[in-house]
């Protein structure tokens, strides 16, 4: 390396580690962007010194959900076959948040190379901007749907954008994409075979029409007159069991394999699992190794976790847009027994300020899952949450509004009897929020 | 007693959530013994307005609007119009507003031609207008009424004298940001930016459709209060919040 990309990297690193500690010391946030945000501001093309920097290339995974899960799902496959890996784990996916993973990480300045991997979940609105900066060996795109209008726009735009992007693309880069999701396959339409490979479940369990699992192709008028591609990896034969999993075949060219065991839960992670696994194979993991790693790959934060509360089960799970809601009701079909629901719904910053998506997720549908006897909704857009509630047609239960979440639990919890669960649906800040407070409530 | 809905191109037009308008009105229906019955009407169906009640445009994606319009000029139009001379009870948010006026000129390409309920004209503009909104309507003379909602909306739309606003702004950007006006109105037909959805937190506004929908079709109208005690509330934190919150008249990105 020269000797100025050398100490520049010296001085980032150290300005992102004490911005780090200094904004956590203050109680300022997380410190998960602002050291990013500092070091770039002082080296406005830091990017081009630690792009380079891992031996084995950038993988980086766009889309509107399943960025965070397929990360860590690939890192994990990855680090399995012992190499050494950056990521973003915390889900920071912004320019200035990849920034501040990498120098949080062990740089090893004295040498070429920071690790094997660079691995990173990136915001579709960020990676339009930066693509050409990060010179990706890898691109996953899970899916594309509705999410924070006020601040991505329309799907549309986005995905003319990428497709842009990916034809104008100078340098050796294969697209790993998801097949089911029309959006996601338009994109592949224009790129050499060669360069895509195909990801996604066989037989009727993808339907857009519904809205349950993906978005409609926006660019035609009914959504199914779509190119459809060969598949190069796909999952059949589907067994979901609740929040323990799921089982299924796998398929790749000449190759299938019965009974594939995943512990997280839901069709969409399934689909997370074969983005991971797709990619890996690209890069030459084998896929035997790969499936067998996959049964310790456990759920990310806030996506389907599991809490106890004084013998309480409590799950929290992460909504921010329709079809991520839509998905985790396809889930909760599932779920046994009572249960009470808490709808924590937030419109600050990450958030989006429109919230006027609620009304585009099919709550109709969590009405059909038996044993709800309560639900309580919370966050600074309580009153908006309860609204789609009453004027979705709920069953008899008891609705409660409550705009202090912490106060709604404890009094939830309070009434709960014995053997019932409480679900948790949480949006973006929310969830930063009311994890933490769950964290030490369990402790 | 029953009343009948159309409601155009519920997958083209289906941002925002917009169908909560749709919901919002059934709910009301429902809880007084009014049948609602909605139709659905798409591209191609050329449905006759006359047996119709009530009409709903929502918000679509930029690029579906020159489908509509071409549909709308091939299959809709004459029907409409002649419903909404006669009094329809008819809905319009963000692009269905702006379809209702008499063009819509996009920064790049030709302008799409509305069709000219209202005397409105929109121009596209660079930056959009997007936040909450506050607006004050007089819905019926001597009762006026603080519509909520937030706007996104890149088109400024400038009225003519042949209809009026829905309403004035109190907070937020409304139809240009210039003249302080919001949507607009001709005989029953109604168009606005605001969405949220529209209708659930201004239940006012939605019984007031219905009050409309009733006399038109039977006469007289005896809409039964309903228990609107969470819209209230919900009301009234929001309107503190906007008010307290945005201290600009308007938020453009």
Not at chain 1, 110 to 127: C, M, P, Q, S, T
Not at chain 1, 139 to 152: A, E, G, H
Not at chain 1, 380 to 387: F, H, K, Y
Request: proline share 4%; glycine share 10%; aromatic share 10%.
């Amino acid at each position: 390396m020269m000797k100025r990309s050398k100490l520049v990297l010296w001085i980032a690193t150290l300005v992102v580690r004490f911005t780090y500690y200094l904004s956590r010391a203050l109680k300022m946030g997380e410190g998960s962007n602002m050291p990013g945000k500092v070091a770039l501001w002082l080296f406005p093309d830091l990017l081009t010194i630690l792009v380079p920097r891992y031996q084995k290339g950038l993988i980086l995974i766009t889309g509107t959900n399943g960025k965070t899960t397929t990360t860590k799902i690939l890192v994990e496959l990855i680090q399995g076959f012992g190499f050494k890996v950056t990521t973003n784990a915390r889900g920071a996916n912004l320019l200035s948040g990849i920034v501040t993973s990498i120098l949080l990480d062990p740089v090893r300045i004295k040498r070429e190379y920071a690790a094997d991997y660079g691995i990173f979940e990136i915001d579709e609105a960020v990676l339009i901007k930066y693509l050409n900066r990060f010179h990706p060996r890898i691109l996953v795109i899970t899916n594309f749907s509705n999410d924070q209008l006020d601040r991505y726009g329309e799907i549309d735009t986005n995905v003319n954008r990428i497709i842009d992007l990916v034809q104008g693309l100078e340098y050796q880069c294969q697209v790993v994409l998801n097949g089911n999701d029309p959006n996601v396959a338009r994109i592949g339409s224009v790129l050499k075979p060669e360069n895509r490979f195909f990801f996604g479940i066989k037989g009727g369990f993808v339907s857009s029409d519904t809205g349950i699992l993906i978005e409609k192709d926006t660019s035609v008028e009914d959504g199914t007159a779509m190119e459809s591609f060969e598949l190069n990896l796909w999952a059949d034969s589907i067994k979901t069991d609740y929040l323990n999993g799921s089982r299924f075949r796998l398929g790749t060219s000449g190759i299938s394999l019965d009974n594939v065991e995943i512990r997280l839960p839901g069709m969409f992670n399934i689909l997370n699992t074969l983005a991971a696994l797709a990619t890996g194979l690209l890069v030459g993991n084998d896929l035997f190794q790969m499936v067998n790693l996959l049964n310790k790959v456990t759920p990310s934060y806030g996506r389907s976790e599991c809490f106890n509360y004084r013998g309480i089960s409590v799950f929290l799970f992460l909504v921010k847009n329709p079809v991520g809601f839509n998905h985790i009701i396809h889930l909760l079909n599932q779920s046994p027994g009572n249960k009470r629901l808490l709808f924590l719904i937030n419109d600050l910053g990450a958030d989006g300020k429109d919230i006027s998506w609620i009304w585009d997720v099919y709550l109709e549908n969590l009405w059909k899952i038996p044993g709800i006897k309560e639900t309580v909704t919370s966050g600074t857009r309580a009153g908006d949450m309860a609204l789609r509630v009453k004027y979705s047609n709920p069953p008899h239960f008891t609705l409660n509004v409550d705009y202090s979440p912490r106060r709604a639990f404890k009094e939830l919890t309070g009434r709960i009897q014995p053997g019932e669960e409480l679900l948790v649906l949480a949006n973006y800040t929310s969830m930063s929020k009311f994890r933490p407070y769950l964290l030490k409530k369990c402790r | 007693m029953q009343l009948r809905l159309a409601y155009f191109y519920p997958s083209l037009m289906n941002l925002y959530g917009n169908r909560g308008n749709v919901q919002t009105l059934a709910l009301r229906c429902r809880r007084r013994g009014i049948e609602l019955l909605i139709q659905e009407v798409g591209i191609g169906d050329q449905t006759n307005m006359t047996g119709f009640d009530l009409a709903f445009f929502g918000g679509g994606h930029g690029k579906e609007q020159q489908k509509i319009r071409q549909d709308i000029f091939a299959t809709k139009i004459n029907n409409l119009r002649a419903a909404i001379a006669d009094g329809l009870v008819t809905l319009t948010v963000c692009s269905g507003f702006e379809l209702f006026g008499e063009y819509y000129r996009p920064l790049e390409g030709s302008v799409l031609k509305g069709i000219a309920i209202f005397d409105a004209r929109t121009e596209e503009s660079k930056k959009r207008a997007i936040g909450d909104i506050i607006i004050r309507s007089e819905l019926k003379s001597g009762v006026t009424q603080e519509l909520i909602g937030f706007e996104n909306h890149s088109g400024r739309t400038y009225l003519g004298p042949g209809c009026h606003p829905l309403g004035r702004v109190i907070r937020g950007f409304g139809n240009n940001g210039d003249d302080n006006t919001e949507g607009a109105r001709y005989l029953n037909c109604f168009g606005t930016y605001l969405h949220g959805p529209l209708l659930p937190k201004n239940p006012a506004l939605a019984d007031y459709f219905l009050e409309l929908a009733l006399e038109r079709r039977y006469g007289k109208y005896d809409l039964a209060p309903l228990d609107d005690l969470l819209e209230n509330e919900t009301r009234r934190r929001m309107l503190k919040r906007i008010k307290g919150n945005n201290l600009f008249k308007g938020r453009v990105q």
